[in-house]
């Protein structure tokens, strides 16, 4: 597409503009350094083995929180599954402010470094919690530590893919093509380090002792940091581009100053910047222009030059914004059906260390007649699975569907997320026909007021669930993490990943709040769906139903609103997002 210029009489009207208050008025030049000894995989390779020594503690600590909760400071089930998806939803929340701090204060490289000394402060009084005070006075102080390592994780986890992804070139075909496979082994790197956390530190923390568990997961961290400082020379680094949300305000307030305002009958043409200051800098990527869209046309209001405009030597930043800048927010907007389509997938995604692992704990879990698996341990097969197929998807199934699609990544991105959306009505289904058959074997064996009692019935009965999550995670959250910074401007993509990790954390509360109503519904129908301290005299499987037609009334409305997905569009640019449209809507010319 052409950019747009105005009309002779719109040139007539305009006179030249200076940015007011010094601020420039679009982001023509991302500070990023692009030297062609730094980036690329030589650098990634560093961060993604960073990642796995974090994802090994984190796992290491979430993955069998609910059992040191119930077992160890003696809450009840419900009571310690609201904990444990509360602490979740607050460690994917708080990315949200460590995104806006990196991008508008210290850069990635400074968050991350800052975060992991947090990161380690928490987890280094956690053990010392566990392991010195006594019962009495440990619950509030295990509690303080588990938040202040969360914010660690706050300052980390938008960071951390965001700066690998950086180390890619956006100009580059080469390196767009190399950073759609690198999402994929980045995903793979994640799922070892929790997989291996899954099954070496929660047999320790259960048959060792759970102050030697979590120093493993200290320990783990110190040589995470280690490893990303060893490759500090190699890296590209990217400094701080200031608040990524000034301009979505400035666009919003100009909108609205304008709102009488027509493009036809009153304007004086659209604004597009000074093109004296889009000149190419050395060592600086120069930024990529947005084309003009036709989706939020309210927007495009804040770009259109009145007289008003017109009349002013200095543009009003607050009442002009560029079509960048306009573009810009419809990108942050366009992303937030999708945003809201995705937390249906994260409750579903919040059983996995809550009822999935307490089902685990009921069953035969013997291997042997002298060892027994400790119930979280079976979240590995989820990683397992995912590990196993990885290495298929990316070097035989993206080849495959490239020739067809015409696309570097195969399939779009909302095409992947979807699939994965599928999956998890499924996994719910799946659930609950085999909760069911628990419930059964419990009756038949009179099991129903033991709560201690070992259901006779193989554990190995929910491996169809834990396989079905580890397909789903391949397409669903690997997709959203490409979504949310691809789609993202530039300047916001650490807050790109923290809205990706902000679904997790808001799904997480939405799972509290569910169930808090079925415990209030079945209660006061006289039944306990959840089943307080006794799993066993529950009706688990109802509740799994209910998610499992939740997750198909979300796949829908989520089909419906990707279908009008606008992918973004750079100017001289025709990859993929042109490509990505038309493929999703079955038309040739990209148009829906």
């Known amino acids: 597409m052409a950019p747009l210029v105005a009309s002779n009489h719109a040139l007539l009207c305009l006179q030249p503009f200076e940015v007011g208050n010094g601020y420039e008025d679009t982001r023509r030049e991302v500070s990023r350094q692009h030297k062609p000894a730094r980036g690329g995989w030589k650098a990634a390779i560093f961060i993604i083995f960073v990642e796995m020594a974090e994802r090994f503690t984190f796992y290491g600590l979430s993955g069998n929180l609910i059992t040191y909760l119930t077992n160890e400071l003696h809450e009840s089930i419900p009571t310690a599954a609201k904990n444990v998806n509360t602490w979740v939803a607050v460690s994917c929340l708080l990315p949200i402010f460590g995104a806006f701090i990196a991008d508008s204060l210290l850069g990635r490289f400074k968050t991350i470094l800052l975060s992991f000394v947090i990161y380690l402060m928490g987890l280094v009084l956690l053990t010392s919690t566990v392991s010195a005070l006594p019962l009495h006075q440990r619950k509030p102080m295990f509690f303080v530590a588990l938040y202040i390592l969360t914010v660690g994780e706050g300052g980390h986890k938008p960071c951390v893919q965001t700066f690998a992804a950086d180390q890619f070139d956006e100009d580059s075909d080469e390196d767009k093509k190399a950073k759609s496979s690198f999402y994929n082994w980045w995903y793979l790197g994640i799922v070892v380090g929790s997989t291996s956390a899954i099954l070496a530190v929660i047999y320790v923390q259960e048959n060792v002792g759970w102050a030697v568990g979590f120093g493993m997961l200290a320990i783990a961290l110190a040589v995470s940091l280690a490893i990303f400082l060893l490759g500090m020379r190699r890296y590209r680094k990217q400094g701080p581009l200031g608040s990524p949300l000034t301009t979505v305000a400035r666009v919003l307030v100009a909108a609205v100053r304008k709102w009488r305002v027509n493009e036809t009958r009153d304007g004086c043409?659209?604004?597009?910047?000074?093109?004296?200051?889009?000149?190419?800098?050395?060592?600086?990527?120069?930024?990529?222009?947005?084309?003009?869209?036709?989706?939020?046309?309210?927007?495009?209001?804040?770009?259109?030059?009145?007289?008003?405009?017109?009349?002013?030597?200095?543009r009003d930043p607050w009442r002009l914004c560029s079509l960048n800048q306009v573009e810009e927010v419809k990108l942050v907007l366009r992303l937030i059906p999708i945003w809201l389509c995705c937390l249906m997938y994260a409750v579903v995604e919040s059983q996995i260390g809550t009822y999935f692992t307490k089902q685990a704990s009921t069953m035969t879990r013997s291997i042997g007649p002298h060892f027994a698996l400790p119930a979280a341990s079976f979240q590995a097969l989820i990683g397992l699975t995912t590990i196993s197929i990885i290495p298929i998807y990316d070097r035989i199934f993206i080849p495959l569907a490239r020739k067809f699609t015409g696309l570097p990544s195969g399939i779009t991105m909302l095409q992947r997320i979807g699939t994965g959306f599928f999956l998890s009505i499924l996994i719910m289904v799946v659930s609950a026909l085999v909760e069911g058959k628990r419930i059964t074997i419990i009756k038949e064996h009179k099991l129903v007021d033991n709560p201690k009692a070992i259901v006779p019935m193989k554990v190995w009965w929910l491996l169809p669930q834990y396989m079905l999550f580890g397909l789903s995670h391949l397409f669903t959250i690997v997709g959203l993490q490409e979504l949310f910074y691809d789609q993202m401007p530039e300047a916001m993509r650490s807050l790109g990943a923290a809205l990706y990790l902000g679904v997790v954390g808001v799904g997480f509360f939405v799972t509290n709040a569910v169930i808090s109503v079925v415990q209030a519904i079945s209660s006061s129908a006289g039944e306990e769906w959840l089943g307080g301290n006794n799993l066993n005299c529950a009706h688990l499987d109802c509740f799994y139903w209910v998610l499992a037609g939740s997750s198909a009334l979300n796949f829908c409305v989520y089909v419906w609103i990707a279908k009008g997905f606008v992918y973004k569009k750079v100017e001289g640019d025709d990859v993929p997002g042109d490509k990505e449209l038309c493929f999703v809507n079955g038309c040739p010319d990209g148009e829906a």
Do not use: C, P, W
């Open 269 to 314: 043409g659209v604004y597009h910047g000074d093109e004296s200051d889009r000149s190419h800098v050395v060592g600086q990527v120069k930024a990529r222009t947005l084309a003009r869209t036709d989706q939020v046309r309210f927007l495009d209001k804040a770009m259109i030059i009145d007289n008003i405009d017109a009349s002013r030597s200095i």
